[in-house]
Structure formats: C-alpha cells, structure tokens
C-alpha cells in the first residue's frame, strides 16, 4: 500500500464508486445493443492519476489499465508490480522511436501503433521471454491532420504489415473519433470504424478488438460494435493537465 493512500480515503471511494457506475453503463449500454455485456471490455485510463490513486480501482478489480505517456506509464507500472497488481497495461498514447524500447519492454499491449517503422521497432525490441505485444492499428477516422493515426484508406495495408511481424500480434482496430454534437453523428463515425474492422475480420484476420468509446461517447461506441471501451475521466476525475493532441 503506498505510504499516502490513507490520506486519500475519500478520493479513492470516489474513484471506486465512479467505476462501479461506468461498469454499470457499460453493461446497460450492452444490453441496449441487444449485446452480451462480457463482450465489452472496460479499460481504465490512469494517466495523469498516480498509482495510489489507481491502486483501490485495481483492488475494486479492474484488470486493464491504459497510459498514454510512456515513462508516465513505466513509473506506474513498475510501483503497482511492486505491489503485487495483475494489471493488464495498454499504451495507448503517440509513441516516439526514442520510447519504442521502453513500450516494448513493459507494456502488454500497443493501440496506438500508426506506422510501419514504430510497429518494426516494437517487434525487435520485443523481449522473447515475453508473450507477443498485443497491438491495434490506430486510425485517423477524420483524416484529420493534427490527429494520430493512419488514414482509413492506409490502414488495411498497415494492418497487415503488422499482423506480418514476430513480436507483435495483430488485435483489431483503436480509433478516437472528432467530437460530434448529436448521437446520429457520433454514430456514424463509429459506423465507419465498425466497417473497417468488419473487412479484417471477412479477410479471415483473427481480429477480436474494436476499440472504441471514451466516457463521453461509449455508449454510442457500444451500440456499434466496439469490444472496449477507454474510459479516464468518468471513473478518476477530470485531469488537470492539459492533453496536447487529444482533441
Ligand atoms: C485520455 C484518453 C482516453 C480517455 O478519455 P476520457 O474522455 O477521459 O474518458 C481514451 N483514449 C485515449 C487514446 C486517450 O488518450
């Protein structure tokens, strides 16, 4: 237990009860899609929130954890291992070729994998006594320039690519949507990656993770397929520094 977490008993029933109720939406929000809701599995993203505010979420029994930050990531990592965590850790966030080795090193999954030469980084940098790298194609739905993420029309060719490589093992599709103002119009995006990922699977790719869905839109991701949703903000609070490239 870190030496401030009862300090915190407050925030940390806070964060709890907070992702008790997004468990909750995502089982409503299942059940509204005519799905089961074990087909949906919840992320936690803890960037930004230290490792004795992630810790009771853990407890709670959250399995899967997401950093967008990679030292961020490695420090929380390493302090959760300490504690003795079977946390399931997902990089979702850029990744420069410098921290290529560190997200190879100590995450369990990539999401954010959007060009060809960081997916043969993280494959050589694999170390072998660990399992593959669980990795998704980010795409750019938008086609927006100041995003992350390949472009729709580039993503089967890289999918591919990357399905190709040892140390990685293709996952499915990660896409973040641009903020749309109506449900209709959130939808339709989420449609669309929907459609991609149905491609890959009609190739015959063994294909099982469409994520999609942050705490503002994951019901809309869920009626339209996604199989995980990334959710931060609604189970640990709003974050107090600011997100270069998020939105
Ligand atoms: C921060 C982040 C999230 C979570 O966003 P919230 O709105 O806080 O739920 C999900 N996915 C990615 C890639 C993120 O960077």
């Known amino acids: ?93 850029p990744i420069q070729s410098n921290k290529a080795k560190l997200v190879a090193q100590h995450f369990d999954w990539v999401q954010s994998v959007d060009r060809l030469k960081i997916a043969q980084r993280l494959s050589q940098l694999r170390p072998q006594a660990m399992a593959p790298l669980q990795v998704c194609v980010q795409v750019n739905l938008d086609a927006s320039p100041t995003k992350a993420g390949v472009v729709p029309s580039e993503a089967t060719a890289l999918a591919e690519q990357v399905a190709a490589l040892p ?22 995006g989420f449609a669309r990656a929907a459609a991609l990922f149905a491609q890959w699977q009609q190739r015959g790719w063994p294909v099982d993770t469409l994520s999609m869905g942050m705490s503002d839109d994951l019901e809309d991701a869920i009626a339209c397929g996604a199989t995980m949703v990334r959710v931060g903000s609604a189970i640990f609070g709003r974050r107090a520094v600011p997100e270069p490239g998020l939105r």
């Not at 140390?167 to 339709?188: H, N």
Request: charged residues 15%; hydrophobic residues 50%; glycine residues 6%.
């Open 1 to 93: 237990m870190p030496a401030n977490a009862q300090l915190l008993p407050q925030a940390a029933d806070a964060a709890v009860a907070a992702w008790r109720a997004v468990r909750a939406r995502v089982a409503v929000a299942a059940l509204a899609a005519g799905r089961d809701p074990s087909t949906v599995t919840l992320l936690a993203v803890s960037k930004t929130f230290d490792a004795t505010a992630v810790w009771p979420v853990v407890q709670a029994g959250q399995a899967a954890l997401g950093e967008n930050y990679v030292q961020e990531g490695v420090d929380k990592i390493q302090a959760l291992q300490a504690l003795g965590a079977p946390v399931q850790w997902h990089c979702i966030g």
């Open 167 to 188: 140390g990685l093992r293709l996952r499915g599709l990660m896409c973040i949507p641009d903020p749309q103002p109506t449900p209709e119009a959130r939808r339709a």
